[in-house]
Structures are given as structure tokens and as C-alpha cells.
């Protein structure tokens, strides 16, 4: 018999309102889960938020403050979509309290703080899961078993891009994003992060990495009141953005790989165009979120003018089966994120790991601290071993 696991959100912006569909929606995609989630509490500092968000989505109870789910032993677990300068203060306090976490990227504002959540979660002996959602695409874990399984060779060199333009109007409101002590690091937090983590699920350990970031848009006006998601606030007083709008990086991998890795919020004429092209000694395997169900695979032994095909992947490629019946049927955004809640949930059961860990999101943040070092110095910066 399948037991519940009351479950807290704490921070109900876009992402908070994710994790509670993705909750909703996780044992009908995954019916065998040993574990149900039960829908406790919701915090949000807006008012009106909370009471709102559990009014549509049958939170028991409501709170403007996300300590008063430390104490509330139906909370078993918690989410946490709080802005990136709570990560660190939320994730210790949970864990400490004996809750689960699931906690969205980056994970604070720079290595130490998602090193100080990790050691928190590991300390209490609770499970932590982290939202690198793309990793969960099954066209991601299609590409991840090509290359494992050597169908490309050894792999040579590769590019991630994740280009958007969600900040690249002039009058995007300067929200926490823009802001260094609450936004941190900008687009690299923002999406150099997911980046990180794609090459390192599926090529290895970054062992350098030289990097460039630049700011595009200097100033942006300041918003009246709470924001939410990528508002606008046109007319307000101008205020300073303090982090980075684009950087790039080429990575020299561990196995002998190159990478670059580029990414940027005001790329004008991009919408979520994130994607990697992975190159090997005898093949090649391409992806663009866009299109989340195919692959550009080229592998064989022509080498030279050897075709790429498109390959649509289906049941059998990652948790695709727990969505659709057969190759070529669309899947979303959200359904990865009902896989991270699957993940997320089993891991708590079983009491082992399923899906990215706080382990990732320590190296991820060790990587774009290395990026934003090498910024200022000019020069390569070798990252630590394990």
C-alpha cells in the first residue's frame, strides 16, 4: 500500500506554481510510485499569494511566512522556488528541520551557499533533489546512452547554447534578477547553470575553463510593486544592473574534450533556443529544446560526408513511455518537471538518489564561480578534482 508525504511550496512564483501541477499530475504519468504526495502548505511572502494558490490548488493551509513550515510536522518535504538569495537560508533551515528538498537552480548565490545546503541535507539524512529539468528531456537521455555506448567515438569537441531574450527588453522591471546580492550571478545562475549540468550528465567533469560576460543592458526601471516572472515597469526610475547579461566559456573537459559554452538573456530574436551539438572521432548527436522529441544523429564509419538523420525518440528513451504511447507525440516543459517530482519522490522512498542532487548543483555553482573568476582575471581556472 502506497503511503503520503505531506508536501510544502515555499515561494509561489511561476516555479512554485510548477512544482505544485507537477505534484498533482506525478501518480497518474507515474502510477507505481510507493509514495503519494499530499498537498500540506504553501508560503508566499505577496499577500494574497498563498491564500490564492491554495484556494486553486487544495493546500491545506496558507502563510506569508515560510518558517511557519519548519515546525509543522504534517510538512514532510518542501519545495523551494524562492528567489536565488533564500536558496541557502531555506534549504539549511529544511533540512536541519527534517524536511526533504527540492530545490530549484542554482542553489544560492554562489558555491558556498549550494555547498552549505548540501552539507545540511547530507548532515540531517534527508534527501535533496535540484531542478535541472532539462537533463530529464528523453531526447537528452537518448543522446547520453549514444554516447556512452560509443556510437560517436570519443567525444572530440561539443557546443551548449542557451540563448533567450526573456531580459532583453529595455523596460524589463529591475527585479531581484538584475541585482547581485539577491540575483547573483546573472544569466550564468540563471542559465549557464543548466548548461553546466548538461555537459557534465553527459560528457564528464569540467577540469578548466577560460570565460567572457558582458552587461548589454546597463539600466532598467524599477518596478512599483511584487514581481512576477519577466514583468515590464516602464517609466519607473532607472536603477544600475549589477550582473551579467551573457558569457561565454570554452571548458576543457577531463576526458580531453573542448566545449563551448555560451549563453545570454537578451539575445533578441531567441525564445528558450537552448540546444547542444556533441562531436566525436566517428559521429555526431544534436538537440534543440525547441524540439524536444528528435535527435540529429549522425553515426557509422563514412566519416567524411557521412549523412545526419532525424531520429524521433519514444518509449524506451528515458521516462517518455510515462507520457506518451509512441515516437513523435510532443511532450513540455512541465513534464519534466513531473519526471523531477517522480525522481524527487522515489528518492525519499527508496533512500537513494534519483535524478540531478545537490551534489550537482555544488559542481555546477564551482564551475560558474570559476566563470565569473575568469571574467575578471583574463585567465584559465583550473576547477577542483574529486
Not at 502563510?63 to 518535504?77: H, I
Not at 538518489?353 to 581556472?381: C, I, K, N
Request: charged share 20%; glycine share 12%.
Amino acid at each position: 500500500m502506497r503511503t503520503s508525504l505531506g508536501i510544502a511550496v515555499a515561494g509561489f512564483g511561476w516555479m512554485g506554481r510548477v512544482h505544485t501541477q507537477s505534484y498533482l499530475r506525478v501518480s497518474h504519468h507515474f502510477p507505481d510510485l510507493p509514495v503519494r504526495p499530499r498537498l500540506r502548505a504553501v508560503a508566499d511572502e505577496v499577500p494574497g499569494r498563498a491564500e490564492e494558490a491554495a484556494d486553486r490548488y487544495g493546500f491545506a493551509t496558507a502563510t506569508r511566512d515560510w518558517r511557519d513550515l519548519l515546525a509543522d510536522p504534517a510538512v514532510e518535504a518542501v519545495s523551494i522556488g524562492a528567489p536565488n538569495f533564500l536558496h541557502r537560508e531555506m534549504g539549511v533551515a529544511f533540512a536541519r528541520a527534517g524536511k526533504h528538498i527540492w530545490i530549484e537552480k542554482p542553489v544560492g548565490l554562489t558555491s558556498a551557499d549550494a555547498r552549505a545546503v548540501a552539507d545540511a541535507v547530507r548532515a540531517a539524512g534527508v534527501r535533496g533533489t535540484v531542478g535541472f529539468n532539462y537533463r530529464n528531456a528523453p531526447a537528452v537521455a537518448a543522446a547520453r546512452d549514444l554516447i556512452a555506448a560509443g556510437e560517436l567515438g570519443a567525444v572530440t569537441h561539443a557546443r551548449f547554447r542557451l540563448f533567450s531574450d526573456y531580459a532583453a527588453h529595455p523596460d524589463g522591471a529591475l527585479s531581484w534578477r538584475f541585482e547581485r546580492a539577491r540575483g547573483g550571478s546573472g544569466v550564468l545562475g540563471d542559465l549557464a547553470a543548466h548548461g553546466v549540468d548538461l555537459v557534465r550528465h553527459l560528457l564528464g567533469e569540467i577540469g578548466a575553463l577560460v570565460a567572457d560576460t558582458a552587461v548589454f543592458v546597463p539600466e532598467r526601471p524599477r518596478p512599483s510593486g511584487a514581481t512576477a516572472g519577466h514583468m515590464r515597469a516602464a517609466g519607473g526610475e532607472r536603477g544600475a544592473v549589477e550582473n551579467e547579461d551573457y558569457v561565454s566559456a570554452q571548458l576543457r573537459l577531463t576526458s580531453g574534450a573542448r566545449v563551448v559554452l555560451e549563453a545570454s538573456r537578451v539575445a533578441v530574436g531567441d525564445q528558450n533556443n537552448y540546444g547542444f551539438e556533441v562531436h566525436g572521432t566517428r559521429g555526431a548527436v544534436a538537440w534543440d529544446f525547441r524540439r524536444m522529441g528528435e535527435l540529429a544523429v549522425s553515426s557509422g564509419g563514412d566519416y567524411q560526408d557521412q549523412p545526419t538523420r532525424t531520429v524521433h525518440v519514444g518509449p524506451g528513451h528515458g521516462e517518455y513511455a510515462a507520457f506518451q504511447p509512441g515516437a513523435g507525440i510532443a511532450m513540455s516543459y512541465d513534464d519534466l518537471k513531473v519526471i523531477e517530482a517522480a525522481h524527487f519522490l522515489r528518492s525519499i522512498a527508496e533512500g537513494r538518489p534519483y535524478g540531478a542532487t545537490l551534489d550537482d548543483a555544488v559542481r555546477s555553482a564551482e564551475a560558474l564561480d570559476a566563470m565569473a573568476a575568469s571574467a575578471e582575471s583574463g585567465s584559465w581556472v583550473t576547477l577542483a578534482t574529486r
